[in-house]
């Protein structure tokens, strides 16, 4: 029998990660003691990815992000994509909503959550992991996210959330660090 209190975690409470996180919510929502919030995010590559952090006070906190528009190639091709990835981004799913767009989800239990002080770390680190993912396979996605695959000029962007970026990259160098080049034989 765990001693945290499952019911530890208040829509105050994530309120306050995100300002902590320097993360200002563009929408905010309350139905059925269901909260949530819809950021849009920055990667280092990868620009305006809406990121919406839901929390079931009971259950989970979850953030996840419309990875892209619905997918209108051969399905099968990019569903083994979306299984290959789950194996190789641990703590990060990707999944398919009813509009066939790609999904990518970060769960966090209440348990940890709640424990002291774990709150906007666990936060910050799920959303650090969604932007970071989104960058890293931005090159993969292209064709699903801008008509004939061809990505907008935007090297004179920065992200919104450098700090977000900057605070938790060290912890996810799997995501953050560049690709290594393939060796051809």
């Not at 509009?99 to 709150?119: F, K, Q």
């Not at 993969?140 to 962007?157: A, F, K, N």
Request: aromatic share 8%; glycine share 8%; charged share 30%.
């Amino acid at each position: 029998m765990s001693s945290v209190d499952p019911g530890a975690v208040h829509p105050a409470d994530v309120e306050r990660w995100l300002a902590d996180l320097g993360l200002e919510p563009v929408e905010r929502a309350e139905r059925d003691g269901i909260a949530s919030w819809d950021l849009v995010l920055d990667g280092r590559r990868r620009f305006d990815l809406r990121v919406t952090v839901i929390l079931d006070p009971s259950l989970a906190l979850i953030c996840w992000a419309h990875f892209a528009p619905p997918i209108n190639d051969l399905f099968r091709k990019s569903y083994r994509k979306l299984l290959r990835w789950n194996d190789e981004f641990p703590f990060a799913k990707f999944s398919v909503g009813e509009d066939e767009r790609p999904l990518l989800a970060v769960e966090l239990p209440i348990e940890v959550l709640a424990a002291a002080g774990t709150g906007p770390d666990a936060l910050g680190l799920a959303l650090a992991r969604i932007v970071g993912i989104a960058d890293r396979l931005l090159d993969e996605t292209t064709s699903w996210l801008w008509i004939g695959g061809r990505m907008p000029d935007q090297s004179g962007r920065k992200p919104r959330n450098q700090a977000l970026l900057d605070r938790f990259a060290g912890r996810l160098p799997e995501i953050f660090e560049p690709a290594t080049s393939e060796v051809t034989a």
